[in-house]
C-alpha cells in the first residue's frame, strides 16, 4: 500500500514525465533542421564523386522530398529538394548508389491520438489539483462554497458553567437559554420567544468565547463554531453562499447553537462609502440579515456572537427579533478576579506565601486572560528557576512583566542618563503616593523595557473605581507630567523622556474639556469628534461639530489645564525635595526599589545626601 505521502510523490513524478514525454514528442513531429547545404553544393560533390550514397524520401506533395546525402570524408547533409526525380537521374547517371523510400505519411499517433490525449491528461490533472484540499483545511476548492463552521456535538465533558469563574450575572442570564434548549415545551405553553440571537460584547480577554463553549457544554446539544472572517473571501457570493449552507445545516441539527467569534469582521456598518452595494462583505449580511429574521423561521436554532467592537456592527442586526439580547461581558471585579485566579491555579503548586485576595485587589483593571497569562508566566518563572511550586516573588516578577515589559538588565546606560532617569521616575513615584485618589507604588525602576522607556513606575490600584472625577483626572495628569517637572527643578534642563507622558495628559486633559463637560467656560457640552469611527468614507466628509473659534477656547482650555496641573507638580515636589533626592540616590543604587523601601524614604532620611 502506498502511503499518502508516497502518492503525492508519484502523483507529480507522472505529471512531469508526461509533460516532457509531450514536449519531445511535438518537437519530434515538427522539427526543422537548417545546414549551410543545398542544390548546388550536392551537384558539385557528385561531380567531384565525394559520394558514398544517396537517401531519397519523398514528401506527400510530390516530388518534393528531404535529401540525405553521405560523403566520403565528412559528416552526413540533409536538405530539402523540389524535384527528387532530379536527384534519382543523377545517382544513376554518375552510377552512385541511392535509396528511395516510401512517402511519408504522418504519423495516426501524432496527428490524432496525441492532442486528445494531452487535452485528457490536462483535464484530469486539473480534476486532481480541483479535488484536494485547499490549505491544507480539509475544504475542498470545489466545496468553497460549503460553510466551514466546525461542529461539535457533546464538549460537557470540557466545559460547562463551573469552567467560568467571575461572571455571575452572565452565566444567569445565559442560563434561560440553556434551560429553553432543554425543555422548550415549558415556554411555549407560555407563548415565550426565546430570544433567536444573543450578542456578548465586551473587551478583549474577559471569556466571551468560553461563555458561548460553557453554554454549548451545558446545553447539550449540536454546537456549531465559526469565525466571521470564515465567511468572507476574494469570490463574490461565497460569504452568502455559506451562510445559507450554515443555516441549512442548523436546521437539520435544531435544536442547536450557532457560535459566530468576532462576527465584526462580516457585520459591520453598511454604507461607509468603502465598496459598492454589491461589495461582498455587505452580501454576506444581508444574507445573515435574511437567515435571523426573514420570511422563513429558524425554530431552535440560537445564534450567539462575540465581538468588542459593537460601536461598528450594522444597525439592521442588532435590532430585536434578530440579536434580541445583548449580554456585557465586563471586566471582573475583585471577588470576580479573585475567582478566576482560583481557576487558573487548580493545576499549579502555589508556596506559602501566595496570597489570591492580595493578587486579586492589586490587579485592577486586569481580564481573565491577563490574570491567566499573569500565573502563566509566574509557573515559568518558578520552573526556570529550578522550584517546585509558585512563589510570591514569582508572582510579582510576572506582575512587571506583564504589566511593563521584561527588563533590559544587560543594555549599558551611561551615569548622566541614569541619574536623568532615577530623578525622572522620582518625580512619577512622590506624585503617586502623596496625591490622595492616586494609587500607592508598587514598584519604581531605572532598569529599561524597551526602545523608548529608559525606567518606570508602576503602581497597583487597590480598587475598581467605575466613575472618575474630575479631581481624580486632573491628579491623573500632575503624575503624568511629574518626571518632566522633576527634570526642570533639578537639572534646570528637559528631555525628551516625557514625550509619551505630555501625550497621554494631553489627551486627558482634551476629553475632560470635549467629553465630559469639565469646563466652566464651554459648558456642559459634548465638543468630541468620533475618534473611533473607522469608516474611511464618512471621515472624508466629515465636518467638525463646533466653530473655530470654539476650537481655539478648547485649546486654550487644554493649554491651561496642563499648565496649572505641570505648576502644581513642580510645587509638590518641591515641598518634597529631599524625597526626591533620596529616592533618586536608591534608585541608582539598586536600580528597582519595591512598594515598602519606597515608603520608607518619606520617614527615613538615611539617604540626605544628593547623587553626583
Do not use: W
Not at 137 to 159: C, E, N, Y
Not at 333 to 340: K, S
Not at 408 to 430: F, V
Amino acid at each position: 500500500m502506498l502511503t499518502k505521502k508516497s502518492k503525492g510523490f508519484l502523483f507529480y513524478l507522472i505529471a512531469v514525465i508526461s509533460l516532457f514525454l509531450s514536449l519531445f514528442l511535438l518537437s519530434r513531429f515538427n522539427r526543422s533542421e537548417t545546414v549551410n547545404y543545398g542544390f548546388t553544393n550536392f551537384k558539385s560533390d557528385l561531380e567531384a564523386g565525394n559520394i558514398v550514397s544517396i537517401n531519397i524520401a519523398p514528401n506527400e506533395q510530390v516530388p518534393t522530398g528531404q535529401i540525405e546525402v553521405a560523403l566520403k570524408a565528412g559528416p552526413s547533409y540533409s536538405f530539402y529538394c523540389s524535384d527528387v526525380r532530379e536527384v534519382e537521374s543523377l545517382a544513376r547517371e554518375k552510377q552512385v548508389i541511392y535509396f528511395m523510400n516510401d512517402i511519408d505519411k504522418p504519423s495516426f499517433f501524432l496527428t490524432t491520438l496525441l492532442p486528445y490525449l494531452l487535452i485528457f491528461i490536462l483535464f484530469f490533472v486539473m480534476l486532481l489539483f480541483l479535488s484536494r484540499p485547499a490549505g491544507g483545511s480539509g475544504v475542498r476548492l470545489m466545496d468553497f462554497g460549503k460553510s466551514r463552521a466546525q461542529m461539535i456535538k457533546d464538549i460537557s465533558d470540557r466545559f460547562n458553567f463551573n469552567s467560568v469563574a467571575g461572571l455571575i450575572e452572565e452565566k444567569e442570564e445565559l442560563a434561560e437559554v440553556v434551560d429553553f434548549l432543554r425543555d422548550p415545551k415549558k415556554y411555549a405553553l407560555l407563548g415565550a420567544r426565546i430570544p433567536k440571537g444573543i450578542l456578548l460584547e465586551g473587551p478583549p480577554g474577559t471569556g466571551k468565547t468560553l461563555l458561548a463553549k460553557a453554554v454549548a457544554g451545558e446545553a447539550k446539544v449540536p454546537f456549531f463554531s465559526i469565525s466571521g472572517s470564515d465567511f468572507v473571501e476574494m469570490f463574490v457570493g461565497v460569504g452568502a453562499s455559506r451562510v445559507r449552507d450554515l443555516f441549512t445545516t442548523a436546521k437539520q441539527n435544531s435544536p442547536c447553537i450557532i457560535f459566530i467569534d468576532e462576527i465584526d469582521a462580516v457585520a459591520r456598518r453598511r454604507g461607509t462609502g468603502m465598496g459598492g452595494g454589491h461589495d461582498e462583505r455587505e452580501q454576506t449580511l444581508n444574507q445573515m440579515l435574511v437567515e435571523m429574521d426573514g420570511f422563513e423561521s429558524n425554530k431552535g436554532i440560537i445564534v450567539l456572537a462575540a465581538t468588542n467592537r459593537v460601536d461598528i456592527l450594522d444597525p439592521a442586526i442588532l435590532r430585536p427579533g434578530r440579536f434580541d439580547r445583548k449580554i456585557i461581558v465586563a471586566r471582573p471585579d475583585v471577588r470576580g478576579r479573585e475567582e478566576i485566579l482560583r481557576v487558573h491555579v487548580r493545576n499549579k503548586p502555589l508556596g506559602d506565601d501566595v496570597d489570591l485576595p492580595e493578587i486579586a485587589r492589586t490587579t485592577a483593571g486586569f481580564t481573565g486572560a491577563d490574570l491567566e497569562n499573569l500565573m502563566n508566566e509566574a509557573a515559568i518563572n518558578a520552573a526556570t528557576h529550578n522550584r517546585p511550586f509558585i512563589t510570591d516573588e514569582d508572582v510579582k516578577k510576572s506582575l512587571i512583566r506583564v504589566g511593563i515589559g521584561s527588563e533590559k538588565k544587560s543594555r549599558i546606560i551611561s551615569p548622566h542618563d541614569k541619574k536623568i532617569t532615577a530623578y525622572h521616575e522620582a518625580g512619577h513615584a512622590i506624585l503617586f503616593h502623596l496625591l490622595p485618589d492616586e494609587g500607592p507604588v508598587y514598584t519604581v525602576s531605572v532598569i529599561p523595557t524597551g526602545p523608548g522607556a529608559a525606567g518606570y513606575t508602576m503602581p497597583l490600584p487597590d480598587k475598581d473605581n467605575m466613575h472618575y472625577t474630575k479631581g481624580k483626572l486632573r491628579q491623573d495628569i500632575i503624575v503624568d507630567l511629574g518626571g518632566r517637572a522633576a527634570e526642570s527643578i533639578i537639572f534646570d534642563d528637559i528631555t525628551t523622556g516625557a514625550s509619551q507622558d505630555i501625550k497621554n495628559a494631553t489627551s486627558l486633559a482634551r476629553d475632560m474639556i470635549t467629553r465630559f463637560g469639565f469646563s466652566d467656560n464651554l459648558g456642559l457640552v459634548c465638543y468630541a469628534d468620533d475618534d473611533d469611527e473607522v469608516f474611511i468614507g464618512r471621515d472624508l466628509a466629515h465636518s467638525k461639530r463646533y466653530s473655530e473659534d470654539t476650537a481655539g477656547r478648547i485649546d486654550s482650555e487644554v493649554r491651561m489645564i496642563i499648565e496649572e496641573c505641570y505648576n502644581e507638580a513642580k510645587r509638590i515636589l518641591n515641598e518634597n525635595i529631599d524625597v526626591l533626592h533620596r529616592c533618586a540616590a536608591l534608585l541608582i543604587d539598586k536600580e528597582r526599589i519595591n512598594a515598602s523601601e519606597f515608603e520608607a524614604l518619606f520617614n527615613d532620611p538615611s539617604f540626605d545626601v544628593e547623587p553626583e
